[in-house]
């Protein structure tokens, strides 16, 4: 079973894959799209959760996700279909950091996704190329909360504290109209599904051949969370407005 596969039963149960709230994602998208017929772009939309939540939320918004996951963008086109909004919702099958289009967008959305642009900043400048004048970018990264091991650094990446994340997306000419830092509950909550589902999948599969991996996978990957990163890693969501423009 691949890494794809893997990540979609993971978040069978949380298929916001970030840790946040059914409440949380709203605001956050209430924010994005203050008028209601905005034009927005989810950059690494995976099965296009966010898109489809804000298209529900807004029945004048239209939609574009890019993703390089047939099967994460036929499930979207799928569950677009069955809400009644697959008329406002465009799919694009390739690499985020390839993506032109003719026409700007007022909000760009890239939550969880950084790692695909290289970091934060590369993730912004991305999303400026896409950007109306008096658009918003929705973004998510994670911050270290307290001094991490070297063994979290490795296994998560080179995050900055919660301070100094915002300082560099302010001296990048962005400045914060809203953001959302998660809570204990959500991150738990986001970890206990994840490698919850996994286990679940692998015992409602015991004959499955991938059942062993899946569930050594699960094991794992809980470890690793209560072990290594539950105590220092956090994860905060900020919309975005440019300094000028």
């Given amino acids: 079973m691949n890494r794809e596969q893997i990540s979609g039963i993971a978040h069978a149960d949380h298929p916001i894959k970030s840790p946040l709230d059914d409440d949380s994602v709203r605001r956050l998208l209430e924010r994005g799209v203050p008028r209601g017929d905005e034009r927005v772009l989810d950059l690494g939309c995976g099965g296009g959760e966010w898109l489809l939540r804000a298209l529900a939320m807004r029945p004048q918004l239209h939609a574009e996700g ?3 996951s047939e099967d994460a963008l036929a499930q979207a086109s799928q569950a677009a279909s069955h809400l009644g909004v697959q008329e406002r919702l465009v799919l694009h099958h390739q690499e985020a950091t390839d993506f032109v289009s003719s026409q700007s967008f007022d909000l760009v ?7 695909a642009f290289g970091g934060l900043l590369p993730t912004l400048a991305a999303a400026r190329k896409h950007l109306a004048p008096g658009g918003r970018v929705l973004i998510g990264e994670g911050f270290w909360d307290r001094e991490p091991s070297q063994e979290a650094v490795e ?9 100094t994340t915002v300082d560099r ?4 000419g962005w400045i914060p109209v809203d953001g959302h830092v998660s809570t204990r509950r959500e991150l738990d909550d986001y970890e206990w599904a994840c490698w919850g589902s996994l286990a679940s999948w692998a015992l409602d599969h015991p004959a499955d051949p ?3 991996q899946v569930l050594a996978t699960s094991n794992t990957r809980r470890s690793e969370w209560l072990r290594v990163y539950r105590d220092t890693w956090g994860f905060v969501s900020l919309v975005l407005r440019q300094t000028s423009g």
């Avoid at 997306?169 to 990048?172: G, K, L, P, T």
């Fill in 210 to 212: 991938d059942s062993a």
């Fill in 155 to 163: 296994m998560l990446g080179d995050f900055t504290d919660l301070a």
């Fill in 109 to 115: 959305l890239s939550v969880g996704a950084t790692h």
């Fill in 169 to 172: 997306v302010v001296a990048d």
């Fill in 66 to 68: 890019v993703d390089i």
